[in-house]
């Protein structure tokens, strides 16, 4: 049997409750079961020797004839008399059964005091002997008991005035365990006000704002900072939440701030290198002048290409579900280059349109530069979406995995606008990704080739 141990801290709380109800109810039916038995063994232990006192001054006061006929009149199936010159409770250290002694002396005579000794001792469970008892009783004793149950035995051994000793011997039974109906209504009824209370007021306050803010989380991790939350629930919750506003305000706040730096100085670098250019222009023919011109529009497309990527991501384009296979079968229309395209139907994906199709165009125009050809395949992997970029290329080193993703690294090595771009393709598709919530890794393929793999959380 597997056991279910939820998840949710609602559930984990729910649980706890259910728990802690069910050990308490159990301890309070063992305590009331204990203190039960206690009471109907002191009141049956009460009862024999009140018995007992009063045919120990029977034998006292009648004939030595009659001793006989007082005892067989005494005797029953639950209670056994007889007279022995010797007690048969002979040991020292026993029991006084809680007072017994004491309460069997001051029925007899209080003036007179005697030896009364008193043993109690657990027996193996059974049922007396009932031969002589009727049917009726015996029905009665049985149901009241319920069948077989843990006995326990009272030996007493009492002295009488001519020197004798008067033995008793009684059993009686441990009250069965029992559960009352009242007892069961008025513990589901606890329960329920109890788990009514925790759940849908105490509980509610505490995973409703956590709950809001996991998905304000969520869509911050996916570019999409939503309004500030607003602060409820218990004390813990409620600093949790204002840390989680000032935080988010603080990281847009830094975002902003830095892409519209970059911004910047990629617009005023613009002047500078076209001056440049021109003055080029005016240097006599030679192979000094082609390096210089080469160089200034090398440092112009890095320029212009860091122009366009803070201007991408100071961009607040909202986001939205759309079907992966109609947008990449429209990627491969506006590209104007074939490549071998695998979507399945019904993978639905939350992006932003403008900023994924760039990101999806540098990783193709990658791996169709440096590896010849492209194939994208698009797949369901658990709550993920898969895009898989490969190429028949030669692959790259995997020491240089992590950093073809910095900024202006390439790994070819001439610089040259011919044989590689401005060194930002993957750098810009990871931050596309990555705000999308998303990864993307790169690995060999064993065919040869590089497969760069892009995840998207699951509409």
Not at 391 to 412: A, H, K, S
Request: hydrophobic share 45%; proline share 5%.
């Amino acid at each position: 049997m597997k056991w279910y141990f939820p998840d949710s801290l609602r559930g984990q709380l729910v649980l706890l409750i259910v728990v802690a109800l069910v050990i308490a109810q159990a301890l309070s039916v063992w305590l009331f079961v204990d203190e039960r038995s206690l009471a109907v063994r002191t009141a049956q232990g009460l009862e024999a020797a009140a018995r007992a006192a009063n045919v120990a001054r029977l034998i006292d006061e009648a004939p030595a004839s009659l001793h006989s006929a007082i005892l067989r009149a005494a005797n029953s199936p639950f209670v056994q008399f007889s007279m022995s010159d010797r007690p048969e409770v002979d040991h020292l250290d026993h029991s006084d059964g809680g007072g017994l002694a004491d309460r069997i002396g001051a029925l007899m005579a209080p003036d007179a005091p005697r030896e009364i000794r008193v043993e109690l001792h657990d027996v193996a469970a059974g049922t007396p002997d009932m031969t002589h008892v009727p049917a009726d009783m015996v029905q009665m004793h049985g149901a009241m008991m319920g069948g077989a149950l843990s006995t326990v035995e009272m030996r007493l051994a009492i002295a009488l005035a001519d020197g004798t000793w008067l033995n008793v011997s009684t059993r009686f039974q441990k009250p069965p365990l029992q559960w009352p109906w009242a007892q069961a209504v008025t513990f589901v009824a606890t329960a329920a006000l109890v788990l009514i209370a925790a759940c849908w007021f105490i509980l509610t306050r505490i995973t409703g704002p956590l709950t809001r803010l996991s998905a304000s989380a969520e869509d911050f991790g996916r570019g999409e900072p939503g309004a500030p939350l607003v602060a409820r629930g218990p004390s813990e919750v409620r600093h949790l939440t204002e840390a989680f506003n000032r935080m988010q305000s603080r990281l847009i706040r830094f975002i902003s701030d830095r892409t519209r730096l970059l911004a910047s100085l990629s617009h005023d670098l613009k002047s500078p290198l076209t001056a440049m250019r021109v003055r080029a222009e005016m240097v006599e023919e030679g192979e000094d002048r082609e390096r210089l011109i080469a160089s200034i529009d090398e440092m112009r497309d890095m320029v212009e290409a860091t122009l366009s990527f803070a201007r991408g991501m100071a961009e607040s384009e909202p986001s939205e579900p759309v079907d992966l296979a109609a947008f990449l079968r429209q990627l491969r229309t506006d590209m104007a280059v074939d490549f071998a395209l695998e979507a399945g139907s019904g993978l639905k994906v939350r992006i932003r349109p403008r900023a994924m199709r760039r990101a999806l165009r540098n990783v193709i125009e990658n791996a169709l530069r440096y590896g010849g050809s492209a194939a994208v395949t698009a797949q369901h992997a658990g709550n993920v979406i898969q895009i898989i970029v490969t190429d028949q290329g030669p692959g790259i080193p995997e020491t240089e995995f992590e950093r073809v993703f910095e900024p202006f690294y390439r790994l070819e090595k001439s610089r040259s606008r011919e044989t590689g771009g401005s060194g930002l393709g993957f750098s810009i598709a990871r931050s596309i990704v990555q705000a999308h919530g998303g990864t993307i890794t790169l690995e060999n393929q064993a065919g040869g080739g590089l497969a760069v793999r892009i995840e998207l959380p699951a509409a």
